[in-house]
């Protein structure tokens, strides 16, 4: 399902409330397995997104390997300090740094239970893994797994082990990020430098105009006119991989994505985009991101997230997410007022309520103070809730126009 599936009621309110760390525990539940809770929708000719906006943003971004990367930046700790050795261990690797963050968020202790990784092990690998840390090696296989996990809750350098293996396709996607720009140590940075984002012939192949433009290149006060949004990028490329099935001979062929690019945005100078494409090595560069991102896109597909659809009228799909959200944050007057099934009429809408008195006045209205409009997206609430901002402040309290 993607973003123009799905319509939001006005009820809703603003998307984005959870920071970088608690989208990254989201992504902690999806790694381990954990519920991820579930989204409530309702349906009449398109589908209503009545509860859960926040987990599938949270996805969206998750799934964006540019946010990715700011997103682990800034939850994760630089460095991580082993303090059961002497002197203390110092670790910055990514491995180290995200378990460190996941041990967190699960609030382990040291008296966590360890033998569960070494269950089904034969005596053989018990042996090697004895080996290997320099423990002594006799006994039964219990007692050989409870040296073992003795020595890992002991040892913070371990970091768990059963949970460094859940977390490997994400460490491996930031690490691979990482290296593609290295002497930057963001992971972010790296995911623009792969498509050589800053390069003057990375704007030109695209070739931007006010009228017609793709969403990552916004209109901005500089010499060219437009600023690109690596976030909206990332976005957009995470599409793109969808759109072709997450095919690795598709989604690593140059030509398919500048055709792709091409359908989307006919502004796009082909020949340009695959000279681009072939000076940053596409073949190499994006496979090295798409194998990862695909391995790690892979714990999405199996994580469940719960879906109920609902059959009923605005009026008590409103009153569901009143229930739902009862004991989270509590909406305001005047967001329960917008979600009055009579506010969001369509006023120009031939079956809507409104009178065509109240059309024409705000027909004129509009026209008077200039306001730009559409006609199939102006209903009561939109009058009440944006007709200050339509106006300008400092108009509204005697100011100049």
């Given at each position: 399902m993607t973003d123009s599936d799905l319509a939001l009621p006005r009820y809703q309110r603003a998307g984005n409330q959870w920071d970088e760390k608690k989208k990254l525990g989201f992504a902690m539940s999806i790694m381990f397995g954990f519920p991820t809770g579930s989204v409530t929708m309702r349906y009449d000719t398109k589908e209503w997104l009545i509860d859960g906006r926040q987990r599938l943003e949270t996805i969206r971004d998750l799934l964006n390997p540019f946010e990715l990367g700011e997103i682990v930046k800034s939850a994760v700790p630089e460095k991580w300090e082993d303090d059961t050795t002497t002197p203390a261990t110092t670790y910055t690797d990514w491995t180290h740094r995200i378990c460190s963050f996941a041990k967190g968020w699960l609030q382990l202790t040291e008296d966590q239970d360890f033998t569960g990784t070494y269950s089904g092990w034969k005596k053989s690998e018990l042996e090697d893994e004895l080996k290997k840390r320099g423990l002594t090696q006799t006994g039964t296989n219990p007692e050989m797994i409870a040296r073992l996990a003795t020595d890992d809750a002991q040892s913070g350098s371990e970091l768990d082990k059963k949970y460094v293996d859940l977390l490997e396709p994400l460490t491996k996607l930031i690490e691979t990020l990482e290296t593609m720009k290295p002497m930057n140590k963001s992971p972010s940075a790296g995911f623009t430098h792969v498509f050589k984002t800053g390069s003057k012939g990375f704007f030109d192949a695209w070739n931007p105009t006010k009228k017609d433009h793709p969403p990552f290149w916004q209109e901005a006060n500089n010499a060219n006119g437009f600023a690109f949004n690596s976030?909206?990028?990332g976005r957009q490329m995470a599409v793109f991989y969808h759109s072709q099935s997450w095919d690795p001979i598709k989604c690593n062929d140059p030509l398919t994505f500048v055709n792709w690019a091409k359908m989307k945005w006919n502004k796009v100078d082909t020949a340009k985009l695959i000279k681009i494409a072939q000076k940053m090595k596409w073949e190499n560069g994006n496979k090295l991101l798409f194998d990862a991102l695909d391995k790690y896109k892979e714990e999405f597909k199996r994580n469940e997230l719960g879906v109920t659809r609902l059959t009923c009228d605005a009026h008590e799909a409103m009153k569901v997410f009143h229930l739902i959200n009862a004991t989270g944050v509590q909406l305001t007057e005047v967001q329960k007022l917008a979600a009055w099934p009579a506010w969001n009429d369509l006023l120009f809408d031939p079956s809507s309520t409104a009178t065509s008195a109240i059309a024409d006045a705000v027909e004129a209205l509009y026209l008077e103070q200039e306001i730009p409009y559409e006609k199939d997206t102006v209903s009561?609430?939109?009058?009440?809730?944006?007709?200050?901002?339509?106006?300008?402040?400092?108009?509204?309290?005697?100011?100049?126009?």
């Open positions: 976030k909206i990028f009561r609430w939109d009058i009440a809730a944006t007709l200050t901002k339509r106006l300008g402040h400092n108009e509204v309290w005697g100011g100049e126009k």
